[in-house]
């Protein structure tokens, strides 16, 4: 079971119909510095359409019907698009799991935190979805729409239902020039009535007062969403071995069982491919899970190529608060971790190895919405780990991809563009706090410590080698600019 959850965050940009008894405007922008570290990596917690808990059930009225494919004749949907991820070839990034649409609307308060109480917000909210304007792609498909748009080719496997959200998140991925493959086999489908089949939707709610709420069925049913799923289809492991890299964040509990992840993770580490892992908020929960949740995150942790946390985050599951000694901690406890990054929030970001640290401060950008910032550096990332970008070089680009992604309205398709990363990273306005950040590595047993600054002057100051923004800048907006002339990138 997980908790409702709320954080104070900047407000979201949509605005709610205001013939609707519960909406309301957002408030203005404000101004701060990024990347943050948002509540979710992975974009959003789930909710489905359709909600049954210990006997209840309450159903989101129909927009209308769409269908992914022919019926086999008892409601069971025969997965067309499934047959799309045959002959995959030269994958840069394949997302697992946690595919969700978005609905995103301003109420004038956030749901109780009592269960009931809350149960029944949502029961109100059914009666009376949104308009379509107010859908947006959740989960990693944030991650692989930024990613894609840094030109990387990227596929989503996971799984959509046979009804209007399905098709609408197939429908954005096509045009982003993204592949889906779809992880149900024959034998696995089942009544495209049930709830347990169809596509998982986040209520993303925000206040007069600036904080997120995110309602979802993972907040009242213990199973994952799709916990009929229990084996790799050979679609799924054919775009697994395509892929340089497999990224897996903590909301993928959230739909398959451990048992399916640890069979993903396991097919990665056996054919080559690279794992990226980003357990998110709900790292803290599998800690503390089922023998099955914690035996999967101890696996992930350990066998991941690369580690994404927040400070956070990384005290929570190593138990040290300084954030190089808990990613050198986690480093030391993994068998395959060859990175360890942690998200700073408004400071910036640290990548640590066995042999270095490295160290990049926050781009200063005006925010008009946070959601979505967190998957947009984690494709910066995989850009700067599949193209062999020097390190800070790779925090850099992560800092600007993640900001102007905040610049944006919101995630999905409203995530960063090249252009906007380009204007930013030549504007080159980052919140340098010399003595933070001194004090971070200061006696810090390690081979290199490498910062990235506005301006250097004879590049090392004592234990620390400095290197110019405007040099990284140099070198990576060639390599940016080749990707958009190539008409990679939406922009």
């Known amino acids: 079971m997980h908790n409702y959850t709320v954080t104070l965050k900047s407000p979201l940009p949509h605005h709610a119909p205001p013939s609707h008894p519960i909406f309301s405007l957002p408030l203005n922008p404000r101004q701060f510095v990024l990347p943050l570290s948002p509540q979710k990596a992975g974009g959003s917690i789930y909710h489905n359409p359709v909600f049954i808990c210990k006997g209840t059930q309450v159903s989101v009225p129909s927009h209308g019907s769409a269908s992914l494919g022919p019926s086999n004749g008892n409601g069971a949907a025969v997965h067309d698009w499934k047959v799309r991820s045959v002959g995959i070839e030269n994958i840069d990034v394949a997302t697992l799991g946690n595919l969700c649409v978005d609905i995103v609307l301003n109420v004038p308060k956030l749901p109780p935190r009592s269960r009931e109480a809350s149960f029944a917000y949502m029961q109100e909210l059914s009666k009376s979805p949104p308009d379509k304007k107010y859908w947006e792609a959740g989960g990693n498909c944030n991650m692989a729409i930024a990613a894609a748009r840094l030109g990387l080719h990227c596929a989503t496997i996971g799984h959509v239902g046979d009804e209007i959200y399905g098709q609408f998140l197939l429908d954005v991925l096509r045009e982003e020039g993204i592949s889906m493959v779809g992880m149900s086999e024959d034998g696995d489908i089942v009544d495209s009535s049930n709830a347990s089949y169809e596509t998982l939707l986040c209520w993303v709610l925000v206040d007069p ?10 907040d009242f049913c213990k199973d994952p969403a799709f916990s009929w799923m229990s084996k790799l289809t050979e679609e799924v492991k054919m775009a697994i071995k395509q892929s340089k890299i497999l990224f897996c964040n903590g909301y993928g509990f959230d739909e398959l069982s451990p048992a399916l992840i640890m069979l993903a993770l396991d097919y990665a580490v056996e054919v080559g491919t690279s794992v990226f892992f980003d357990p998110g908020p709900r790292g803290k929960s599998l800690l503390t899970g ?32 300084n954030p190089i000694l808990a990613g050198q901690e986690l480093l030391k406890n993994g068998i395959r971790t060859k990175w360890v990054i942690i998200k700073m929030g408004s400071r910036g970001s640290i990548l640590v190895t066995m042999s270095s640290i490295s160290c990049a401060p926050a781009f200063k950008v005006n925010v008009i919405d946070t959601v979505g910032c967190g998957d947009s550096f984690v494709a910066a990332i995989a850009f700067g780990y599949i193209h062999n970008i020097p390190l800070v070089n790779t925090l850099a680009i992560a800092n600007a ?48 410590i490498t910062f990235l600054s506005k301006m250097v002057i004879n590049g090392r100051n004592n234990q620390v080698n400095h290197v110019a923004l405007q040099k990284v800048v140099s070198e990576l907006l060639p390599k940016l600019k080749d990707n958009r002339l190539e008409g990679k990138v939406a922009s």
């Open 401 to 448: 991809v993640g900001a102007a992604t905040a610049m944006g309205c919101g995630a999905g398709r409203n995530v960063a563009t090249l252009e906007k990363v380009i204007e930013l990273m030549r504007a080159s306005n980052i919140n340098e706090d010399d003595e933070f950040w001194n004090e971070l590595v200061k006696d810090m047993d390690t081979g290199e």
């Open 209 to 218: 007062f600036q904080r997120h709420g995110f309602c979802s069925r993972a």
């Open 290 to 321: 089922t023998p099955e949740e914690r035996q999967a995150l101890s696996h992930l942790l350990k066998m991941s190529d690369v580690l994404l946390l927040t400070s956070d985050e990384a005290e929570s599951l190593t138990g040290i608060g």
